[in-house]
T-cell receptor, first 114, second 114 residues
């Protein structure tokens, strides 16, 4: 399944399939990007990050792709599991001196069906 | 090593009362960030603090909201004379350095104004 940010806020995916969550960021000066997972009633949990001098980074079952030309970020989850059901946020550091001013997207709800 | 601790987890206040939200960063972290999350939305940056210093409060409402991070004790986000629109989840994050590094979020305080 594939999601395009605000236009498709809910992504339903079958267990075992791959998920792709997309995010368009706004600031061409942003130099650091993070994907967070937020389960209901909990705080955001770091998944993976990528710096602007990279275009791909892999973690355990997750891959983040960065396309600076079109200001697009994606998160790929391989072999989606029920525990992956959550809201996923992309966040960008807008290139200021402070990490703290992360700008979060609106989020994509991922629902894993058996 | 305990994570970022926020308390209370849930807080109910009547309109006009004061709300105090506490955040203890991870051990060894001296940078604290507060974010607010309205229902169905992403997190919005509020304020960035170091011990005894406010570094960036550009996301704080001009009135009724204040934050501190004293030399000893937790960081406090204070909301005076709460209104219904203040109802939200408030998250605190901490990091060890003022650089682009992985940061850790607490579980949040859910404020309900009745």
């Amino acid at each position: 399944g594939e999601s395009v940010g605000l236009h498709l806020p809910t992504l339903s995916v079958q267990e075992g399939d791959n998920s792709i969550i997309n995010c368009a960021y706004s600031n061409s000066a942003s130099d650091y990007f993070i994907w967070y997972k937020q389960e209901s009633g909990k705080g955001p949990q770091f998944i993976i990050d990528i710096r602007s001098n990279m275009d791909k980074r892999q973690g355990q079952r997750v891959t983040v792709l960065l396309n600076k030309t079109v200001k697009h970020l994606s998160l790929q989850i391989a072999a989606t599991q029920p525990g992956d059901s959550a809201v996923y946020f992309c966040a960008e550091n807008p290139g200021t001196d402070s990490w703290g001013k992360l700008q979060f997207g609106a989020g994509t709800q991922v629902v894993v069906t058996p | 090593n305990a994570g970022v601790m926020q308390n209370p987890r849930h807080l109910v206040r009547r309109r006009g009362q004061e709300a105090r939200l506490r955040c203890s960063p991870m051990k060894g972290h001296s940078h604290v960030y507060w974010y607010r999350q309205l229902p169905e939305e992403g997190l919005k940056f509020m304020v960035y603090l170091q011990k005894e210093n406010i570094i960036d409060e550009s996301g704080m409402p001009k009135e009724r909201f204040s934050a501190e991070f004293p030399k000893e004790g937790p960081s406090i986000l204070r909301i005076q004379q709460v209104v219904r629109g203040d109802s939200a989840a408030y998250f605190c994050a901490s990091s060890p350095l003022r650089t682009n590094t992985e940061a850790f979020f607490g579980q949040g305080t859910r404020l309900t104004v009745v």
